[in-house]
C-alpha cells in the first residue's frame, strides 16, 4: 500500500509491502499551506488580507482539487490593501482550485516519487491495495479523485481520517508490553 498522511504542516508518504516500509518521504504540502495559498490567492488577486483562520473557513468550504464538482461560493471579508478599509469578496470553489494547485503539485509529485519507489515485488500488492489517505487534510474535496487520477492507482480515504494516526498509536500502545525492572 502506499499511505498518504496530510497533517496540518506536511504530507508523509509511505510506501509499504510485506509488513515493511520501503520508502518514506516527507513533503511540506499539507493543511497549512493550502491555507497560505489561499490567502496568497485572495491577495494576489482581490488586493485584501485575511487572517489564517478565515483561510482556513475558505479552505474547508469552498476549497476543491478536483474540476466538475459542485460550483461553490463563499463571502470572505477582509482588509482591503489598496484603502485600509474592510471589505467582503465573493470566492467560488473555482476560483480555489487554481488558489491550491501549487501546493497540491508539490503533493501529487511526492505520491508520483512514491510509487516510482515500489520494489517489483510489490507491484501488485500495491496497486491491489491502491493508496490510502489519512490526516485531517485529506478532507479537502476532491483530493481523493486528483491523486487516482494523476496516478491511475485507486484510492481511499480511511474512516474518520483526522484520528487515523492517533487510533493506530493508541492499539499499538495496547500490544507493547511492560517494561521488565531490572
Not at 482556513?56 to 490593501?81: A, L, P, S
Not at 508520483?112 to 520494489?119: E, F, L, N, Q, V
Amino acid at each position: 500500500a502506499v499511505i498518504v498522511d496530510i497533517g496540518a504542516t506536511r504530507t508523509d508518504i509511505l510506501t509499504v509491502c510485506h509488513g515493511r516500509i520501503f520508502y518514506k518521504k516527507t513533503v511540506e504540502a499539507a493543511g497549512k499551506s493550502f491555507d497560505l495559498a489561499v490567502s496568497q490567492y485572495l491577495y494576489d488577486k482581490h488586493k485584501v488580507r485575511i487572517s489564517a483562520e478565515t483561510a482556513e473557513q475558505v479552505k474547508v468550504k469552498v476549497g476543491t482539487v478536483w474540476v466538475g464538482n459542485e460550483k461553490k461560493y463563499i463571502d470572505v471579508r477582509g482588509r482591503d490593501m489598496t484603502n485600509g478599509d474592510y471589505c467582503t469578496v465573493r470566492i467560488s470553489s473555482e476560483e480555489m482550485f487554481a488558489a491550491l494547485e501549487e501546493p497540491m503539485a508539490a503533493l501529487i509529485e511526492g505520491v508520483c516519487d512514491a510509487i516510482t519507489k515500489i520494489p517489483p515485488d510489490c507491484v501488485n500488492d500495491v496497486f491491489d491495495t491502491g493508496i490510502l489517505l489519512s490526516g485531517g487534510g485529506c478532507q479537502l474535496d476532491g483530493i481523493d479523485k486528483m491523486i487516482g487520477g494523476v496516478t491511475g492507482v485507486a484510492v481511499t480515504r480511511l474512516s474518520d481520517p483526522a484520528n487515523t494516526v492517533a487510533r493506530g498509536l493508541a492499539t499499538l500502545l495496547e500490544t507493547v508490553t511492560e517494561p521488565r525492572s531490572a
